[in-house]
């Protein structure tokens, strides 16, 4: 394919994210000739990837399975790292998705979690390990237990992972059409996919091709597309990421008989800073969440707690404590630590500016002096303090792990590391809720062929990442955005390159 991308190519990737790329790295290992069309300008590329934390959940029975994708980026001397099995992540894709997880897909993510990362690694993607997201120092402040999954992560996080791909990209020569939106699919009068309509920079034109990839992502940052299937509350929030994932291929998509599958009105949202920008900046990328509420409080504006903070390990609740704020009245929650726990928030707290006092009443009148014009619950917030401290029961505090550390008689309890706030300063982090991507899409199947209504794959049409559905219900356990678009985007551009020649 030419610089100008007139002449047919055999495999056309639409999207520059973690899925895409892979899938065009997979086509071209299989001898296809590749293009990747992209959205945005060179500026702006990489999609979410390039806002993540490039946290990747996959298998490993002990450390020495990672030593292999760790290479020389790191070392495993003050880490501790516990195994995690397919079972495990099979356990908690139930428990998160409520049993509702498509069997079919989620084994092959599960099962090939390890080796695809162990591609990626080969092919030249560097990773170390995942200190900062989900790790939690041991009391002596020596070592790091990591998350389970969630124990490796890309060198310099999604910022490393996306420029790792885009030089791989470089290096095979796969050429990146900038500012070229897809926005229908072409067929035959058989059905079989045979090109794509672009809006590029010189207008509108066809581009030819043997087999299209859509690693598109999802629709989060449509305001149009939140309000319908999401619900009007989604209107306003606040977006994470990239602001390019508007779903246009999803519907292209559908628009030429694939089957919409998965929860379209679930997404994956998390607690972020109340002055976070409207879209992902990059450069704070995924530096505005505010992730250590399980070692404090979350008080709405009205000053009542509305969630169990402690109910599990952050990366699996996570993702779904977004929801829950945006409950609450204007989408406000305030995070109160005392210096007990302090030191356990993570180092992205550092790009936020907290409330903080000496005393409980002090930091009432601190936060109402920010928040107040909103109609801040300041009374209550004290006494909800009060009465959460009376309720805390005995037991040993252990944040790298669920210590069973409870209440008793607070509304709600908190089920792990209840400790009192009363050791001053106390601090106050405001926060909101961002969305960071959505969970219905368009359905494939497990060679990641997109199915229309009869399940009958659409000839040349295959898919990747966010843009399908079928995966994560209500709510995600950490680390497998990445790592379910990396699986089926080496599936994908290999089968989809195996369409291309006919076979
Ligand atoms: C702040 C943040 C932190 C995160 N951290 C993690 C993490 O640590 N681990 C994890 O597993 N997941 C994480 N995620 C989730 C993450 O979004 C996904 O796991 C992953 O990056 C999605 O990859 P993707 O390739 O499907 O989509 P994207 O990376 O978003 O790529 C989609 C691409 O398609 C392009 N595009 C859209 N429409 C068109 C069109 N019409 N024509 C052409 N191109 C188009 C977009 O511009 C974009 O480049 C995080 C997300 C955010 C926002």
Redesign the pocket.
Known sequence: MSDSGNNQVDVLV????????TAALSAHAEGASVAV????GKD??????????????HTYQNVDDLLPIIKDNDSPGDVIVDPYTADDYYADMARVTGGRSDPALTKVMVERSYETVCWMAGLGVPFEFSRA?GGVATADGKKTQLAPG?AI?SLH??VGL?ANLFRLLDEAKIPVFYE????RIVTAPSGEVTGVE?RGPEGGRTIDCRAVVL????FQASPNMRTSYLGADWSLVK????R??????AR?AMEIGAQSYGEWSGC?ATPIDSDAPTY?DLKL??K??RLSYLYGLMINLDGKRFVDEGEDMVLYTYAKMGRKILKQRNAVTFQVFDQKTAPYLETRYNTGVPQEANTIEELAEEVDKKYGHMGFGKEAFIQSIHDYNAAVQAGEFDPTRKDGKHTKGARPEKTNWATSIDEPPYLVYGATV?I??TFGGIHVNTDAAVVDHLERPIPGLFA????AGGFFYQNYP????????AVF?KISGANAASAARGA
């Open positions: 639409i999207g520059a994210g973690n899925a895409a790329i069309l992209e959205k945005s702006l590329r990489g999609g979410n990837t390039r806002f993540t934390g490039g946290v990747f959940r997201v969630g992560r996080e999604g996306s070229t939106p897809a926005h672009v690693g598109s992502g999802g977006v994470r990421g990239t390019f994932n508007t779903g246009d291929l292209a994956h992902g990328t995924d505005t969440n961002g960071t991507f990747t990442g966010e843009i950490g680390g497998a955005g990445l790592v379910r678009g985007g």
